[in-house]
């Protein structure tokens, strides 16, 4: 059984020492490219940090095989993806650690905070020193010493009582979460797939042997101006559809603390032409408004 512990998430790829590197995504899937990961391995690499982007796990078939034969640690970033399978797998029983987000953005949410899945034994004691302030107090409470004390680095990760209420019921009842955001990202899918050719548009594609948990509904546009023009006339109509964020690679903090392996090509193409459409679990009825609107802004191209 894994071990559960609160922190917040990571994003990397290869990890060198300390140093991230960041490789490239597969433009299929927007995962990471396991050729990529592959080629980006030397005797320094430590660990592949695989992001489960939009809620659709990477090939865990391919990375796991890959850190079994470069004995690496495996990492699932797992932030946008509870409740999603490989070959019928949860994501974040792969790795030997996964992260979960409960932000607010998340499908299932706290406000903050997230989820350490732990699932290699000699992980987990270290694991619970860091949650509890660098303290051996979960030792304490089970009776294994007589008293706790400051034994490694640590911080306050605990979530309230009033917070992990709130959470736990959203958790006991996730499956119908899932269910009810599948059941717009297919009411999306099926408006949009007759028109994505004529449109220059294209949409998400499930990775084979996935299952995904309807985090989120994208388009990829043909450029950053067209992508512009709908986020604009969207905005008009009173519908935010909001491009994601910068890649770790040319964010302030990846230039400073990492390097990349390759141009990493198909990363700066997606985050130039990517945008989300309104994805949240009470949509309900509203999703054919933002369909509507979404098919005048393409057909006014």
Not at 62 to 75: G, K, P, T, Y
């Amino acid at each position: 059984m894994p071990s559960f512990t609160f922190v917040s998430t990571a994003n990397a790829v290869v990890l060198r020492g300390a140093t991230p590197v960041f490789v490239d995504i597969n433009p299929s899937t927007l995962t990471l490219d396991c050729d990529a990961a592959t080629k980006a391995i030397t005797d320094k690499t430590r660990a592949i940090f695989a992001v489960h982007y939009a809620g659709f796990p990477a090939d865990m078939d391919r990375l796991q095989a890959l850190c079994r034969d470069h004995d690496l640690f495996l990492v699932e970033d797992a932030a946008q993806a509870l409740g999603s399978t490989f070959k019928e797998n949860q994501a974040g029983s792969f790795g030997d650690l996964a992260a979960f987000s409960f932000h607010e953005t998340k499908n299932v949410i706290s406000g903050e905070g997230g989820a350490l899945v732990v699932n290699r034994d000699e992980l987990i004691e270290r694991a619970e020193i860091i949650r509890e302030k660098g303290t051996n107090r979960s030792q304490f409470f089970r009776g294994q010493v007589d008293k706790y004390t400051w034994v490694d680095i640590g911080s306050s990760y605990l979530p309230g009582e009033l917070i992990a209420a709130f959470l736990l019921a959203q958790i006991e009842t996730q499956d119908a979460i899932r269910k009810r955001r599948l059941a717009v990202f297919d009411t999306y899918y099926e408006a949009f797939q007759e028109v994505a050719e004529a449109c220059q548009i294209s949409l998400p594609k499930n990775p084979p042997h996935c299952e995904g948990n309807g985090h989120m509904f994208y388009f990829l546009m043909d450029s950053l101006s067209a992508r512009t023009k709908f986020i604009a006339q969207m905005k008009e109509r009173g519908l935010m559809t909001p491009f994601h964020y910068v890649p770790l690679h040319n964010a302030p903090a990846g230039i400073r603390y990492g390097r990349t392996f390759g141009d990493l090509s198909v990363t700066n193409r997606v985050s130039e032409t990517l945008v989300r459409l309104p994805m949240y679990f009470d949509l309900g009825s509203d999703v054919e408004t933002v369909i509507e609107a979404a098919l005048e802004a393409l057909e006014d191209r």
